[in-house]
């Protein structure tokens, strides 16, 4: 668990990349699901309209020597492999299928097992904590090849003709792949009106709102969240008092029934959360709402969503709280980052008085919970 302050101002074509809540936002590239959980009164002051650009992702059947020889309908549908902006996913478990690929940033990762990496004859690297002493467990290769360099030469490379003759001859052998594109140049094509008489297409475009489910009626929100943080404050709670809040936010998604008063107390041994009962309590039962986008998102329009977020609270003088529950794609057998819950909270200057917006974040990152 991380806590940080959130600077008074956040320009959204330059955000933060260092401090948390942001590093841990470009630790997760390839985003599942986004969830945001808040009061209603928090919903209709901020979310009233929606926060972030639509988004859109793409479902494609291609092979990797038409992704790189430009023959899989990328220029048609709007996105190019040369693309600094592009995500692209493909079909398979991490460390279980043959091959397993992935393009962001302008780098194409390739996930290999031993056999299909000898036979492409491609300079690479073992991946930790895979194979080796490990009983049971395939040993598995990473290559790593920079598209946007290849791109920019006026004749293709060596390097770029040996990846096409390994794509061709032995990764491709099995057929084409579904991948899932996120391409922020297709937009921007589109505003232009280039790409519209075009007849062939080969990506499946989605597009994907806020699904805003029904509001959760008179639900006891635990006091570490609730109550607004003292300037300065410095807290003495163990790590794990925070973590039962984490669950807290999962079973509010859920909609599990374990979250209200009158639905009685959840069994100890799926959560360690327990609702606030008894005269001492002074938890108000409030009425919560939940939004969610799943798909495929970078972490660009998480940042985006979450500055917005934090801007409009400042002009709406919020003084509450909303979280933001983010789950990846799995992209590694091990080490994976499986995401994150991010917890905006206003801050008290004085007795009665309050700071204008959320001013604090705490990040909880979860690595290797779905093991």
Same mark, same amino acid.
């Given at each position: 668990m991380t806590t940080a302050s959130l600077p008074p101002y956040i320009d959204p074509s330059q955000p933060p990349t260092k401090r948390s809540p942001w590093r841990q936002i470009r630790e997760t590239p390839f985003v599942r699901t986004a969830t945001l959980v808040m009061p209603e009164q928090v919903y209709q002051q901020v979310l009233s309209s929606p926060p972030a650009p639509a988004r859109r992702y793409g479902r494609a059947t291609l092979t990797l020597a038409d992704i790189l020889t430009g023959g899989g309908g990328g220029e048609e549908d709007g996105?190019?492999?040369?693309?600094?902006?592009?995500?692209?996913?493909?079909?398979?478990?991490?460390g279980v299928a043959d091959s397993r690929m992935e393009i962001r940033g302008g780098r194409l990762r390739m996930e290999l097992s031993k056999g299909t990496y000898e036979k492409c004859g491609l300079q690479g690297r073992p991946l930790a904590g895979q194979g080796g002493a490990r009983r049971h467990v395939r040993a598995r290769y990473e290559v790593e090849v920079d598209l946007l360099a290849e791109?920019?030469?006026?004749?293709?490379?060596p390097g770029l003709e040996r990846v096409l003759w390994?794509?061709?001859?032995?990764? #491709?052998?099995?057929?084409?792949?579904?991948?899932?594109?996120?391409? =922020?140049?297709?937009?921007?094509r589109e505003e232009q009106g280039l790409g519209a008489h075009h007849v062939k297409k080969k990506t499946t475009w989605i597009d994907v709102e806020g699904e805003t489910r029904a509001v959760l009626r008179g639900v006891r929100v635990p006091e570490k969240v609730a109550c607004l943080v003292g300037e300065g404050e410095e807290?003495? =709670?163990?790590? #794990?008092?925070?973590?039962? /809040? /984490?669950?807290?936010? #999962?079973? !509010?998604?859920?909609? &599990?029934?374990? *979250? @209200?008063?009158d639905h009685g107390q959840s069994d100890s041994s799926h959560s360690r959360y327990k609702v606030a009962v008894g005269e #001492? %309590?002074? !938890?108000?039962? $409030?009425?919560?709402?939940? $939004?969610?986008?799943?798909?495929?998102? &970078?972490?660009?329009? *998480? @940042?985006?969503?979450?500055?917005? *977020? !934090?801007?409009?609270?400042?002009a709406a003088n919020?003084?509450?709280?909303?979280?933001?529950?983010?789950? %990846?794609?799995?992209?590694?057998? !091990?080490?994976?980052?499986?995401?994150?819950? $991010?917890?905006?909270?206003?801050?008290?200057?004085?007795?009665?008085?309050?700071d204008d917006g959320f001013q604090q974040s705490r990040c909880f990152q979860f690595v290797d919970s779905n093991d």
């Open positions: 996105w190019r492999w040369t693309d600094a902006q592009l995500v692209m996913l493909s079909a398979g478990r991490a791109g920019r030469r006026k004749r293709r490379g390994a794509a061709r001859n032995v990764i #491709d052998a099995r057929g084409p792949m579904c991948w899932l594109v996120v391409a =922020e140049e297709r937009k921007e807290e003495q =709670e163990c790590e #794990d008092d925070w973590y039962e /809040v /984490v669950e807290w936010l #999962d079973m !509010v998604v859920l909609g &599990s029934d374990g *979250i @209200t008063e #001492d %309590s002074d !938890v108000k039962a $409030v009425d919560l709402r939940v $939004v969610r986008w799943a798909g495929l998102f &970078s972490h660009s329009w *998480i @940042t985006t969503l979450l500055i917005e *977020i !934090v801007r409009r609270s400042k919020v003084a509450s709280w909303l979280a933001l529950s983010v789950a %990846s794609h799995r992209t590694e057998a !091990v080490g994976q980052v499986d995401g994150y819950t $991010v917890l905006l909270q206003s801050t008290q200057e004085e007795e009665g008085k309050t």
